[in-house]
């Protein structure tokens, strides 16, 4: 009895030790998350309960669900290892041609997206062309990008707004799944796939979990992994509840989770994806193990202007209307994002899941001052320190 006895007093300081450790070494991922908690938390009280009311919920969605569809490809951008500024710009430019198309020349909505998401892969290639081939800054070749395109979405709507859009292309933006139990107080579809969503999610991270076990690869410590999980599953089910109360899931929300899932795919489970990763850690180095460098990033600038492209037509669906200022300063919350999510300002590090939290951060704390008040002056100084506080724990835990 006294060997058990001193046996569970020693392992269990030991188990102890070995947690505080990983949290230690993965700061930054669940300090992610606790962070995102505790601002919805604090800006919930701060507005009386207004941030989680179902029609505010469906309006921080519909209101960052472009920049979400940036930041995918931004992140690609970043980790390996370079900067698009002119995301933006390609974004308001697509939607002025969308707008000219469908307004003037009456193209059908179909057909005009296809058009429109391949000039925003052209666009890509072209500015890529330059920073995978040529070697030229990407920071001065999208510079130069955003600049043109600006310019050039100023001379394809003459300086004036154009719409409004057929009913059928704004539905990107602000139609709802349709609810075929009829459901007036509840969208009873809506609360299933989202309950649904919850549970595939937890099935998946189970199940990834076992695979690493069974080939004796190493894992977090099973309380934090059930205490990550527990709360990713918990918030998506109070949200799908409070969404399906309201209108149900916004069409937009389904195309962001599409996205979503294909990209933590590709860059967790994909030779392209660790490809790029190799790529953004030591460009010399994956050089020489056989990576084709130049080509990788050529593709990674093709698919971030397709993913600013199909931004570019979610917001001008949203507004009904394409304007001479649409996409000014997107590429700020894009970027800053990406920081707030993990991304390092390096290269070669970053993940999907933390560049959405990172966008729901910024999204969740332009609502909540919006709703609280606050000028437009002070929210700038206050997402700039937040900013700059991300990448500094980001360096900081570099020399540690």
Same mark, same amino acid.
């Given at each position: 009895?006294?060997?058990?006895?001193?046996?569970?007093?020693?392992?269990?300081?030991?188990?102890?030790?070995?947690?505080?450790?990983?949290?230690?070494?993965?700061?930054?991922?669940?300090?992610?998350?606790?962070?995102?908690?505790?601002?919805?938390?604090?800006?919930?009280?701060?507005?009386?309960?207004?941030?989680?009311?179902?029609?505010?919920?469906?309006?921080?969605?519909?209101?960052?669900?472009?920049? %979400? $569809?940036?930041?995918? @490809? &931004? #992140?690609?951008?970043?980790?390996?290892?370079?900067?698009? *500024?002119?995301?933006? +710009? =390609?974004?308001?430019?697509?939607?002025?041609?969308?707008?000219?198309?469908?307004?003037?020349?009456?193209?059908?909505?179909?057909?005009?997206?296809?058009?429109?998401?391949?000039?925003?892969?052209?666009?890509?290639?072209?500015?890529?062309?330059?920073?995978?081939?040529?070697?030229?800054?990407?920071? %001065? $070749?999208?510079?130069? @990008? &955003? #600049?043109?395109?600006?310019?050039?979405?100023?001379?394809? *709507?003459?300086?004036? +707004? =154009?719409?409004?859009?057929?009913?059928?292309?704004?539905?990107?933006?602000?139609?709802?799944?349709?609810?075929?139990?009829?459901?007036?107080?509840?969208?009873?579809?809506?609360?299933?796939?989202?309950?649904?969503?919850?549970?595939?999610?937890?099935?998946?991270?189970?199940?990834?979990?076992?695979?690493?076990?069974?080939?004796?690869?190493?894992?977090?410590?099973?309380?934090?992994?059930?205490?990550?999980?527990?709360?990713?599953?918990?918030?998506?089910?109070?949200?799908?509840?409070?969404?399906?109360?309201?209108?149900?899931?916004?069409?937009?929300?389904?195309?962001?989770?599409?996205?979503?899932?294909?990209?933590?795919?590709?860059?967790?489970?994909?030779?392209?994806?660790?490809?790029?990763?190799?790529?953004?850690?030591?460009?010399?180095?994956?050089?020489?193990?056989?990576?084709?460098?130049?080509?990788?990033?050529?593709?990674?600038?093709?698919?971030?202007?397709?993913?600013?492209?199909?931004?570019?037509?979610?917001?001008?669906?949203?507004?009904?209307?394409?304007?001479?200022?649409?996409?000014?300063?997107?590429?700020?919350?894009?970027?800053?994002?990406?920081?707030?999510?993990?991304?390092?300002?390096?290269?070669?590090?970053?993940?999907?899941?933390?560049?959405?939290?990172?966008?729901?951060?910024?999204?969740?704390?332009?609502?909540?001052?919006?709703?609280?008040?606050?000028?437009?002056?002070?929210?700038?100084?206050?997402?700039?320190?937040?900013?700059?506080?991300?990448?500094?724990?980001?360096?900081?835990?570099?020399?540690?």
């Amino acid at each position: 009895m006294a060997t058990v006895s001193s046996t569970a007093t020693t392992t269990t300081p030991v188990a102890a030790t070995q947690g505080l450790g990983f949290l230690k070494n993965n700061l930054r991922e669940y300090g992610l998350l606790m962070s995102l908690v505790a601002i919805m938390g604090f800006f919930q009280a701060m507005t009386n309960g207004t941030l989680f009311q179902p029609l505010n919920l469906t309006n921080l969605i519909l209101q960052n669900s472009y920049i %979400i $569809v940036m930041a995918l @490809g &931004m #992140l690609l951008v970043i980790v390996a290892g370079h900067i698009d *500024l002119s995301v933006g +710009s =390609v974004s308001g430019f697509v939607g002025a041609v969308a707008a000219v198309l469908m307004v003037e020349y009456n193209l059908n909505f179909v057909l005009t997206g296809l058009i429109c998401l391949l000039l925003g892969a052209t666009i890509g290639a072209a500015q890529g062309y330059w920073v995978a081939f040529y070697k030229i800054p990407a920071f %001065i $070749v999208t510079l130069a @990008g &955003m #600049l043109v395109f600006r310019g050039l979405t100023l001379v394809v *709507l003459g300086g004036a +707004s =154009v719409g409004p859009f057929p009913p059928e292309f704004q539905l990107l933006s602000t139609g709802f799944i349709p609810d075929p139990f009829d459901g007036e107080s509840l969208k009873v579809l809506s609360l299933v796939l989202g309950l649904a969503m919850a549970l595939i999610l937890l099935l998946l991270k189970v199940t990834g979990r076992a695979a690493r076990t069974k080939h004796g690869m190493e894992n977090e410590p099973f309380a934090f992994f059930l205490m990550k999980n527990l709360v990713f599953v918990a918030m998506i089910s109070i949200f799908s509840y409070l969404l399906a109360s309201y209108r149900g899931l916004p069409n937009v929300l389904i195309v962001m989770l599409v996205l979503m899932l294909a990209y933590d795919f590709v860059t967790s489970k994909t030779t392209v994806g660790r490809r790029i990763y190799a790529l953004g850690g030591n460009e010399k180095a994956a050089r020489l193990s056989g990576i084709n460098t130049e080509r990788l990033t050529f593709y990674t600038f093709i698919n971030m202007g397709v993913l600013a492209a199909l931004a570019g037509l979610i917001f001008a669906a949203r507004l009904n209307t394409a304007t001479p200022k649409a996409g000014l300063g997107f590429e700020l919350d894009v970027i800053a994002a990406c920081f707030i999510g993990g991304a390092s300002a390096s290269g070669g590090v970053g993940k999907v899941l933390g560049a959405v939290i990172g966008a729901f951060i910024m999204g969740v704390m332009n609502n909540g001052m919006s709703i609280m008040g606050i000028g437009i002056d002070w929210q700038q100084v206050i997402k700039g320190l937040v900013l700059l506080a991300a990448v500094f724990f980001d360096v900081y835990n570099k020399k540690k």
